[in-house]
Each structure stands twice: as structure tokens, then as C-alpha cells.
């Protein structure tokens, strides 16, 4: 079983219903054959606080992969790096120490966020996946973000067309640890 836990963009916010990544990510793996079941984990503007609270709620679906999607809207509030870092690292430690595999989903901020406040967002991704030996997928939205056809207007959350591209996106990053 696999676990997509994150946010709106896990959840889907709004793309129709049926069209979020995680729904794609499942018709991908049938269409291939694997034997994975994808259970959607999103809740639309949770920050890693809100993640982090509910963990217990993935760790009882027993999943074997995970993939850990959050901090975007930390970003966007502008909340202190040190706050989303600690709560990122205790997602991904709770799950590793559970013996579950761990994808991380990258994330970055529209550029008036300024090239400090950014890179270090961006950084968090980097260093967790580093230190705990993580599949990273650098930037989740790696095709779709800037192509606007593919993101709704308010140039944040994908259509279900650009869902079903972030869906390729994570199962490029997934397919090795489903062995």
C-alpha cells in the first residue's frame, strides 16, 4: 500500500472529482500491472503542523511507501523555515522509524517570496534527503507549474490534466522502491 500524505495538491483541490494525482498514480500502477493500492492522504491547507498531528492516521493504514507531501502552505504563509524543517523531519523520521520507504516531495514559492527565503525553503527537501537517505522528488509540480493550460487560475494547483502529469512525475520517482 502506498500512502500519498500531503496537502490541496495531494488532495486535489480543485480538479474534478477522480482527478488528483493520487487517483492517476493508481490508474498508472494498474495500467502497469503492479499490485499497489493508493490511498489518497491530501487534506486541503494543512501545514506541516497539521501533517505532523495527523500521522497516526497514515501509520494505522500500515502502508509500506509513503509519500510525503507538504509545505507549500507553510511557504505561502510565510511561517518560520525552522517551524516547517523540525515538523517535515519528524514526518520522515516517525514513518523511516516504522520501517516505512519515504518519498519526499519537493516543493518551492513564487519568486516575490525572495531568493533567501526561498532557497532555504527549498533547501529542508535537500538536507531531509540527504540525512535520511529519502527518494526526493526535486519539485512535485516539475512540467506542470509553469505551463498554464496545466494549473488552475490561481496559478497554485494543478487541473486534472496537469494531475495526471504529476502523477507520471511521482511514479518516475516511486517505480524503483515498488520491487
Known amino acids: 500500500m502506498v500512502v500519498a500524505f500531503g496537502d490541496s495538491l495531494t488532495a486535489g483541490y480543485g480538479a474534478e472529482t477522480g482527478k488528483s494525482y493520487p487517483d492517476f498514480l493508481q490508474k498508472d500502477l494498474d495500467a502497469e500491472g503492479l499490485k499497489w493500492h493508493v490511498i489518497n492522504g491530501g487534506v486541503s491547507g494543512d501545514t506541516t503542523t497539521d501533517g505532523l498531528n495527523r500521522i497516526g492516521e497514515v501509520l494505522a493504514y500500515k502502508p509500506r511507501i509513503v ?21 517535515l523531519e519528524q514526518i520522515v523520521s516517525t514513518l523511516t522509524k516504522s520501517g516505512i520507504k519515504v518519498v519526499l516531495a519537493g516543493m518551492t514559492l513564487p519568486p516575490n517570496y525572495g531568493p533567501d527565503y526561498i532557497h532555504s525553503f527549498e533547501k529542508i527537501y535537500q538536507d531531509l534527503a540527504a540525512h535520511y537517505k529519502l527518494t526526493r522528488i526535486p519539485f512535485l509540480l516539475e512540467g506542470v507549474a509553469t505551463q498554464r493550460g496545466l494549473m488552475q487560475r490561481d496559478g497554485l494547483h494543478p487541473t486534472g490534466e496537469g494531475n495526471a502529469i504529476v502523477a507520471k512525475t511521482v511514479l518516475r520517482y516511486l517505480r524503483p522502491l515498488l520491487h
Open 67 to 87: 509519500i510525503v507531501e507538504f509545505g507549500g502552505n507553510d511557504g505561502l504563509r510565510g511561517l518560520p523555515i525552522e517551524t516547517t524543517r523540525a515538523n
